[in-house]
């Protein structure tokens, strides 16, 4: 079932897909943010509140070898834990790294009776069902709750919404969503040939970056280009999402592995796809996970007949309609 119209619909059917204004930004607003120099960067898009994940994550990062290993979570750490403890793991493990807010954040931090109506903040597009909608909203609602009675509100909108860092020569803008929106959809699997003719290479051009990796979406892609304007490579990266399934047949989640000269891949660690860019290596690396130990909280905080069990557990639990091969593009490739 497809959204009404924008300018017919109820403010009730708005939220969830409406992109409040403070979420705009040009792509310009990346040349400003503070660059990380990083000889491995290690970007993780949505955790979505998986502590097994968490721990996994955190497995991989400790067995790096080079000096300078960052860990930057670019938005929705937290979605389904909404029981306290969970939480405030979950807001305490991410602490020591670099996180950015997502959609689910910076609602989380909304202060209340503010006017807006953003819902869950996802933005939807029609595409998606209105029930789907419906149960992020109920699902937001009662995260919220959580993040009150925690009163972590201040610190979660206290995070940056865009990022930066320098990897090797690869220069490497960090969003939640796209170039223009933190809530943005236009580095959807299914939205890149239609970016690109709307503007996307000169928004590289603005940012001065020559790969954006993102995640909000929570599908998986990864391709580059030679952009039109100049000859460049340019290139996108969206690991869909690092706290839950996003091939048929798995449950691993994904993560973003983007590593300078010299800096050799732990060993163990499982190469999804990857590319060489320049001089510097960007792969997508499975999150292998517990996922029977995550549902065994998840079914206790989300049971039966709740909005996420409804929305996410057959995901979770068997992976989703998409085959790895949707995912690799361009120069991306699958390791021999």
């Known amino acids: 079932m497809s959204a009404l119209p924008r300018d017919a619909a109820p403010a009730e059917t708005l ?77 305490a493990g991410v602490a020591g790294w670099r996180p950015m807010r997502g959609n689910v954040e910076t609602e989380l931090a909304r202060p209340d009776g503010d006017g807006a109506d953003a819902g869950c903040g996802c933005a939807y597009p029609d595409s998606v069902p209105q029930e789907d909608v419906d149960r992020s909203n109920a699902m937001m609602v009662r995260l919220r709750a959580t993040a009150r009675a925690l009163d972590a509100g201040a610190a979660l909108g206290a995070l940056p919404m865009l990022g930066r860092a320098r990897v090797g020569s690869l220069r490497v803008g960090l969003v939640h969503g796209d170039d223009r929106s933190l809530a943005g959809w236009r580095l959807a699997h299914d939205a890149l040939d239609a970016s690109r003719a709307d503007g996307l290479d000169a928004a590289f051009d603005d940012a001065q970056v020559d790969l954006i990796a993102s995640s909000h979406t929570c599908m998986p892609v990864a391709d580059a280009w030679t952009s039109s304007r100049h000859g460049r490579t340019l290139a996108v990266i969206n690991n869909g999402a690092a706290g839950m399934a996003n091939f048929a047949g798995s449950t691993h989640g994904i993560a973003t592995r983007i590593a300078a000269p010299g800096a050799p891949m732990p060993a163990g660690l499982r190469v999804l796809y990857r590319a060489t860019l320049g001089d510097t290596e960007v792969a997508a690396v499975a999150v292998d996970f517990d996922v029977g130990r995550f549902l065994e909280g998840f079914d206790r905080t989300w049971p039966a007949g709740s909005p996420a069990e409804r929305s996410y557990r057959a995901r979770i639990a068997g992976g989703t309609a998409c085959a790895p091969r949707a995912a690799v593009r361009g120069p991306f490739g699958v390791p021999s």
């Open 15 to 91: 939220a969830g897909r409406v992109c409040p204004i403070e979420y705009r930004y040009a792509p310009s607003a990346l040349r400003a943010a503070p660059e990380l120099q990083a000889d491995v960067l290690w970007v993780v898009g949505g955790l979505y509140g998986n502590l097994e994940a968490l721990r996994t994550i955190a497995r991989c990062v400790e067995a790096e070898r080079a000096s300078r290993v960052e860990v930057v979570l670019n938005g929705d750490f937290h979605w389904f834990d909404a029981d306290a403890p969970t939480f405030a793991q979950i807001q």
